[in-house]
């Protein structure tokens, strides 16, 4: 169908259209969390640096080498590990919300049923038919393609 109106290019476009539109609220939200991994792992080469400054500036024999070292090397991996926590909280929250939702969802009240046995029409309805057409127009992306002259239909279905 899309091919028979050469409609390719349009179809095309409007499909982008609906994926950028869906894909906008994962893009906001995983820049989010990166801004935040990012201001924690700044945060935490400022502090793991300052350490490093002040035991470099203690005096010689204060705490030996290899404890600096160690001290350093767990510093790194403890930020790294701290980052990788808080993502996966932030995942977790993500993960709670929509279990939040999908439960808010589970209390919406039902639509009527699709039979209403008092609201039934009678079993020989309809008595009569009609069907009338005034000023139809037939478009196809506001370009008109048919006008209709007026047309009335008008039957007994007795």
């Known amino acids: ?22 894909a906008g609220p994962y893009f ?16 935490g080469a400022v502090v793991l640096s300052s350490s490093a400054f002040v035991m470099a500036l203690l005096p010689a024999g204060t705490f030996s080498p290899g404890f600096v070292g160690m001290a350093l090397s767990y510093g790194l991996s403890l930020n ?3 980052v990788s926590s808080i993502q996966k909280q932030c995942d977790l929250a993500n993960k709670i919300i929509s279990v939040e939702r999908v439960n808010q ?7 009527a049923a699709e039979v209403i046995e008092e609201n039934r029409p009678a079993p020989d309805w309809p008595q009569v038919g009609s069907v009338e057409l ?7 992306y506001k ?11 008008s039957d007994r279905c007795v």
């Open 1 to 22: 169908t899309i091919r028979a109106f050469e409609e390719e290019d349009h179809f095309f476009a409007k499909n982008l259209e609906l994926v950028d539109k869906n």
């Open 28 to 43: 906001f939200n995983f820049a989010a969390t990166e801004w935040l991994i990012e201001r924690l792992e700044i945060m």
């Open 80 to 82: 790294n590990s701290f």
């Open 105 to 111: 969802y589970m209390d919406i009240p039902s639509e």
């Open 134 to 140: 005034n000023d139809l127009k037939v478009t196809k």
């Open 143 to 153: 370009i008109c393609m048919y006008r209709a002259k007026p047309f009335k239909y």
